[in-house]
T-cell receptor, first 111, second 113 residues
Framework: GESVGLHLPTLSVQEGDNSIINCAYS??????FIWYKQESGKGPQFIID?????DKRQGQRVTVLLNKTVKHLSLQIAATQPGDSAVYFC??????????FGTGTRLLVSP | DGGITQSPKYLFRKEGQNVTLSCEQN?????MYWYRQDPGQGLRLIYY???????QKGDIAEGYSVSREKKESFPLTVTSAQKNPTAFYLC????????????FGQGTRLTVV
């Protein structure tokens, strides 16, 4: 079936480094892709999204890249900080009906 | 403040009992969702509702029930038929058509004792 998945379960980086979190998707009909950040014991928080007709979108310290040819999505975090430590989920929006989430990547930032 | 509120934050249930988790939003969103999250895993969709008085089963609806009598409320009942109910439950809402973003509540951690 259609699914959204992540390549790496855990990513460890040093403070100040750039982080790249990857995601593969299989539903070529998805309209939007969304990255969420979830801190321990809390609900996911929206980080950034990208439409299927875009290749790149930038936010504050974050960039999302979409490669539709290989059905790949990535989240880049510049100058990673300890406060960025969390689990990051990508999700695809199958129209407005529901979001389909990947299993998540845990980002660990060492001082 | 606009937002989505789940209550309670922690809930304990005895085996064989039904329990209802509350989810309220004042964002005027049409769509609401319930997800289940197990430790170290992603979110799995239980039920979702696109409009008042309508709801659809998600991927893991067995043992759960919902209602959508009001736009702002989407309570989830975990019934005794749910064999492994201990988990973190997340409610979310989004604008219906053209929705790209879902807003999440802070979650309810349910433990069966």
């Amino acid at each position: 079936g259609e699914s959204v998945g992540l390549h790496l379960p855990t990513l460890s980086v040093q403070e100040g480094d750039n982080s790249i979190i990857n995601c593969a998707y299989s539903n070529s009909a998805s309209d939007y892709f969304i990255w969420y950040k979830q801190e321990s014991g809390k609900g996911p928080q929206f980080i950034i999204d990208i439409r299927s007709n875009m290749d790149k979108r930038q936010g504050q310290r974050v960039t999302v890249l979409l490669n539709k040819t290989v059905k790949h999505l990535s989240l880049q975090i510049a100058a990673t900080q300890p406060g960025d430590s969390a689990v990051y989920f990508c999700a695809e929006n199958e129209g407005f009906q529901k979001l389909v989430f990947g299993t998540g990547t845990r980002l660990l930032v060492s001082p | 403040d606009g937002g989505i509120t789940q209550s309670p934050k922690y809930l304990f249930r005895k085996e064989g009992q039904n329990v209802t988790l509350s989810c309220e939003q004042n964002l005027n969103h049409d769509a609401m969702y319930w997800y289940r999250q197990d430790p170290g895993q992603g979110l799995r969709l239980i039920y979702y509702s696109q409009i008042v008085n309508d709801f659809q089963k998600g991927d893991i609806a067995e043992g759960y029930s919902v209602s959508r009598e009001k736009k702002e409320s989407f309570p989830l009942t975990v019934t005794s038929a749910q064999k492994n109910p201990t988990a973190f439950y997340l409610c979310a809402s989004s604008i219906s058509r053209g929705a790209t973003e879902a807003f999440f509540g802070q979650g309810t951690r349910l433990t069966v004792v």
